[in-house]
């Protein structure tokens, strides 16, 4: 995620445009990739999901607690991209800005 625009300009890019896969830093690029999977409402990667809650995508449990940063925030782009490339109305939640503008807690580990 350095230099990567805000998350509207992320939300809004269309399919061809969308980035494969994402990291918290150049060093990600000797970790294996993060990999999110959408399944209805719910998205996941890692140990993390997004969820939706009333056509607002928001990650965490019930304190907002997120096992790894990126991984949430990465869950939660899937499910918005999901949701906007079915036509359904939708927009980041709280959390999930948040978690965007984290950088991974654990950045050098071996993911």
């Known amino acids: 995620l350095p230099g990567v625009p805000g998350l509207d300009d992320l939300v809004e890019l269309t399919p061809r445009s969308r980035p494969t896969f994402?990291?918290?830093d150049l060093d990600g690029l000797h970790r294996p990739p993060l990999l999110a999977k959408v399944d209805g409402d719910v998205a996941s990667c890692g140990q993390d999901q997004a969820r939706l809650e009333a056509d607002v995508v928001e990650?965490?449990?019930e304190g907002g607690e997120v096992d790894d940063p990126v991984a949430a925030?990465?869950?939660g782009?899937?499910?918005l991209w999901a949701r906007a490339d079915a036509g359904a109305p939708v927009r980041a939640g709280g959390r999930l800005v948040d978690?965007?503008?984290r950088r991974s807690a654990g950045a050098a580990d071996d993911r």
Do not use: S
């Open 22 to 24: 994402v990291a918290a």
């Open 59 to 61: 990650v965490g449990g």
């Open 73 to 75: 925030g990465w869950a």
């Open 77 to 79: 782009l899937a499910l």
């Open 99 to 101: 978690q965007l503008g």
